[in-house]
Each structure stands twice: as C-alpha cells, then as structure tokens.
C-alpha cells in the first residue's frame, strides 16, 4: 500500500530557530497539504498545493511558513523563526483528486515539533 | 467559528454492538463529508466519504448517513471490532479542503 512519508518523526528546536519539515507523498498523488494538530486541539488546515504553486492557505500560514515542492518529489514545509505556539504535530496529506472526495486524504504519520 | 463539531469526546461500546458517532456542522456550503480514524503515532486514515446529495454511503461494516435540514451526520459501525478503538473524525469539504471536527474516542470492550 503506497504511503505518505514524513520526516523527522520528533523535531525539537530553539525558538527563533528555522525548521524544515519533509514530506514524500504518494507519486502519483497531484494535490498535497499540511495540516497540523495542537496537542488537545483539533487537525487544523494550513495550506493546499498543486502545479507547483499554493491554491489555498489558512490565516496560520502566516509570512513566517512556506512550502515548495522541489525535486518532483518532496513536499516541506518551512517555518522561518519558531514561536512556541508553533509547537505542534504537523500532518502532510495527499491526494489524487481535488477535494480528496471519493478516496479521502492520504497522510503521513506526522512530525511533532517541539519549540523550547 | 468551529464549524465540524463533534460534542461526544468519548464513547465505549461492547464488542459486536454498533458503535454511532455523530458530527455536527453549520456551514451550508460544504459539499462533502467525511470520516477518519486515527491511532495513536499515525495519521489519520480515510475510512468513508458521502456527498452532500446523497444521505446514505455503506462500505462493509461502516455506514455514514447525512441529513442535511439538521446538518448533522453519523458514523455507524456494526458490528464494532476491539480494533475500532481509536479516534475519529469527522471532516467537511469546501473548495478542496477539509475542516476536521475534534474528534471522538471510541473504545470497544471485548
């Protein structure tokens, strides 16, 4: 069964500090996503790409977050200087179809940031 | 504006009884529903979708039923599995992105 990767598992960095988040989504998928979860909080929507520029972003993606896919095959997710409200796990997604309708998103198991 | 919401934090069912969850939402212009579930360490997992047409979907044991003039939809699984146990969520589609409600708990007891 094909599978979304992220990397790191566990990230643990220094408020101010720039942090990259990884993501390898399923190949054939064309819409990718991050979304993230505030520990107790619900999963909340930060951004959807697809054809290699953003189609929609939340007002948490702030000018602090970016994505880019670059080689045709990661997905990150940047984050320019830390805050500790920034603490979080971080979901990327995919999916094959706009909307992710039929088939649902397709997400990895997540990357816990840690800003201490 | 929490526009998902799922008010039952918890639920515990015996194993073989049917398991409901429910979900709530305002938005009228959400054109998709859907549930996943979630164990703990993974992401969440697709299990069931329906259109906001429809007021029915069924997939083996699971079963989403939406009625749209109460804007609310359950999540029916029967007979429930000890390995049900986990968190589920239920999401709402507008213009290709989902809104997740908090999620539910659900324990199955052997």
């Given amino acids: 069964?094909?599978?979304?990767?992220?990397?790191?598992?566990?990230?643990?960095?220094?408020?101010?500090q720039e942090v990259i988040l990884r993501?390898?989504?399923i190949s054939n998928h064309l819409y990718f996503y991050w979304?993230?979860?505030?520990?107790?909080?619900?999963?909340?929507?930060?951004?959807?790409?697809?054809?290699n520029e953003i189609s929609e972003k939340s007002e948490i993606f702030d000018d602090q977050f970016s994505v880019e896919r670059p080689d045709g095959s990661n997905f990150t997710l940047k984050i320019r200087s830390t805050k500790l409200e920034?603490?979080?796990?971080?979901?990327?997604?995919s999916s094959i179809e706009f909307g992710a309708t039929n088939y649902g998103y397709t997400f990895g198991s997540g990357t816990r940031l840690t800003v201490v | 504006d929490q526009q998902v919401k799922q008010n039952s934090p918890s639920l515990s069912v015996q194993e073989g009884r049917i398991s409901i969850l429910n979900c709530d939402y305002t938005n009228s212009m959400f054109d998709?529903?859907?549930?996943?579930?979630?164990?703990?360490?993974?992401?969440?997992?697709f299990l069931i979708s329906i259109s906001s047409i429809k007021d029915k979907n069924e997939d083996g044991r699971f079963t989403v039923f939406l009625n749209k003039s109460a804007k609310h939809l359950s999540l029916h699984i029967v007979p429930s599995q000890p390995g049900d146990s986990?968190?589920?969520f239920c999401a709402a589609n507008n213009a290709g992105k989902s809104t997740f409600g908090d999620g539910t708990t659900l324990t199955v007891k052997p």
Wanted: with cysteine; proline share 8%; net charge negative.
């Fill in chain 2, 32 to 45: 998709y529903f859907l549930w996943y579930k979630k164990y703990p360490a993974e992401g969440p997992t």
């Fill in chain 1, 86 to 93: 920034d603490s979080a796990m971080y979901f990327c997604a």
């Fill in chain 1, 1 to 16: 069964e094909p599978e979304v990767t992220q990397t790191p598992s566990h990230q643990v960095t220094q408020m101010g």
């Fill in chain 2, 86 to 88: 986990a968190v589920y």
């Fill in chain 1, 23 to 25: 993501c390898v989504p």
């Fill in chain 1, 35 to 51: 979304y993230r979860q505030i520990l107790g909080q619900k999963v909340e929507f930060l951004v959807s790409f697809y054809n």
